[in-house]
C-alpha cells in the first residue's frame, strides 16, 4: 500500500516536470517552436513519457485548465452540507491561493507570448463554463438550458479568470461580492 502512494507521488512528480518544462519552452521558445523532444529533455524523461502523460503539445499547453476543472468539480461535488456550489467556488478559490504560483505565472506568459494559443484556451474554458452551468442546473432543478444557471456559471468563471496568476484574498472577496450580488439580483428580480 505504502508502495502505491510513492508510485503515485512519483507519477505526480513526474506530470509536474513535464508540465514545467513544457510552459518554460513554451514561453522561452514559442509553442510552434518547441518540441516534444525538447520537453522530454528539458523534463528529464524519455519522449515517450511525455506522449504517455500528454498526448499532443495542445494538451501540454492546457493542462492547467483540466487541473483546474478537476479542483473546482471536487470542490463542489465534495462540498460541505448545507454549501450552495456559489459557497464551494468561494472556498475553491481561497484554496486555490495554496497552489504553487510559479506554474500560474509560467502559464500566463506561456499564454502572452504565445497568441495562437488563446483560441483554444477560450475554448476549453467555454466548457469549464458549460459544466459549471451544468452543475447550477442540476443543484437547482431547473431546465437544462435555463438562462440564469448559465449567466451565473458564465459569471463566475469570467470572474474567477479577472484574478490572474496571483491573487490576494482581498481579490477573492471582491469576486465573490461581485458575483453573490449578481446572484442575488437574479433571483430577486423572480420574486
Known amino acids: 500500500m505504502a508502495a502505491d502512494g510513492l508510485r503515485e507521488r512519483n507519477k505526480n512528480r513526474k506530470r ?7 510552459h518554460q519552452l513554451f514561453a522561452e521558445r514559442g509553442y510552434e517552436t518547441a518540441t516534444i523532444t ?12 511525455v506522449t504517455l502523460y500528454f498526448p499532443t503539445k495542445l494538451s501540454l499547453a492546457l493542462a492547467h485548465l483540466d487541473a483546474l476543472e478537476t479542483r ?12 450552495s456550489a456559489i459557497d464551494a467556488v468561494e472556498h475553491w478559490l481561497y484554496s486555490e491561493l495554496d497552489q504553487p504560483a510559479e506554474l500560474n505565472a509560467l502559464t500566463e506568459r506561456m499564454l502572452t ?3 495562437e494559443l488563446l483560441a483554444p484556451h477560450k475554448a476549453r474554458m467555454a466548457e469549464i463554463v458549460e459544466a459549471g452551468a451544468r452543475r447550477l442546473v442540476e443543484e437547482t ?3 437544462p438550458h435555463d438562462r440564469d444557471a448559465r449567466m451565473t456559471a458564465a459569471a463566475a468563471a469570467a470572474l474567477c479568470s479577472s484574478l490572474g496568476p496571483e491573487p490576494t484574498r ?3 472577496v471582491a469576486v465573490m461580492t461581485f458575483l453573490r450580488a449578481g446572484v442575488e439580483a437574479l433571483t430577486s428580480r423572480d420574486d
Do not use: K, Q, Y
Not at 16 to 22: H, K
Open 16 to 22: 509536474e516536470a513535464i508540465l514545467r518544462a513544457a
Open 38 to 49: 525538447d520537453i522530454a529533455e528539458r523534463a528529464e524523461v524519455s519522449r515517450r513519457t
Open 72 to 83: 473546482l468539480d471536487a470542490a463542489i461535488s465534495e462540498r460541505e452540507p448545507g454549501w
Open 113 to 115: 507570448l504565445n497568441p
Open 141 to 143: 432543478g431547473t431546465p
Open 170 to 172: 482581498d481579490d477573492i
